[in-house]
């Protein structure tokens, strides 16, 4: 009985070590052409063994390179691509370079600073009333989703001054009488607005209808 231990080292697991032996045996062919041939077998089949990745970009020359490796970098076919160097297994990956952004208040993020930046640069009055208004809703909803006391309309519109550079202002007494801060208004809003007349009018008329197909009270008693 063999045991892995005794084995010879598993070089890429993923592909086992069937394939590792016919990489061996690869190279063990000295005619050409004929190597050549094999190593494109040898490259389909590798390719079957995982074929949930085969849509990954440039998963063609990824097989390709992990042949190579599996051989050493001592075998000499010719493919579709260059051979990679040796480098490539002790590389470390270039650094990611991230966009940092000096937020001043975290727990709103950095979308928030975009609405208000974006805020900023309206011109209508009444559009720069709707944006402080929908800004502090959503200030609110945040606050409230983390937090079980709720958060007073006068530190939103302070928190909103603050970050627009006292750009962005507002009537608090308007705000605290109207309780435009509160997200549920605008349900309570539309719940006690008018109906359009067109509404009220077809009511009216199947009103109307429903009225009289009601029975006669009179006509009943002839029937009978």
Sequence with gaps: MEYNTERKHLILREYGRNVQRMVAYLATIEDQEKRNSYAAT???LMKSINPN????PEYDHKVWDDLFIISG???EVKGPYEPP?????IKKPDRVIYTYNKIKFKHYGRS???LIENAMKLTNEQEVKGAVIAIGRLMKSFYQTWNKEEISDQLIMKTIERLSDDHLKMDLEEVIEFKLFDSSRKENFNRNRPRPFHQNKNQNQ???QNQNRRPNPNQIKRRR
Excluded: G, Y
């Excluded at 990745?53 to 990954?56: E, F, L, M």
């Excluded at 160097?85 to 297994?89: D, G, I, N, T």
């Design 206 to 208: 199947n009103k109307n």
């Design 53 to 56: 990745v085969k849509d990954v």
């Design 112 to 114: 928030l600073e975009i």
């Design 42 to 44: 040898l490259v389909e």
């Design 73 to 75: 970098f001592k075998l």
């Design 85 to 89: 160097a040796p480098e490539v297994l």
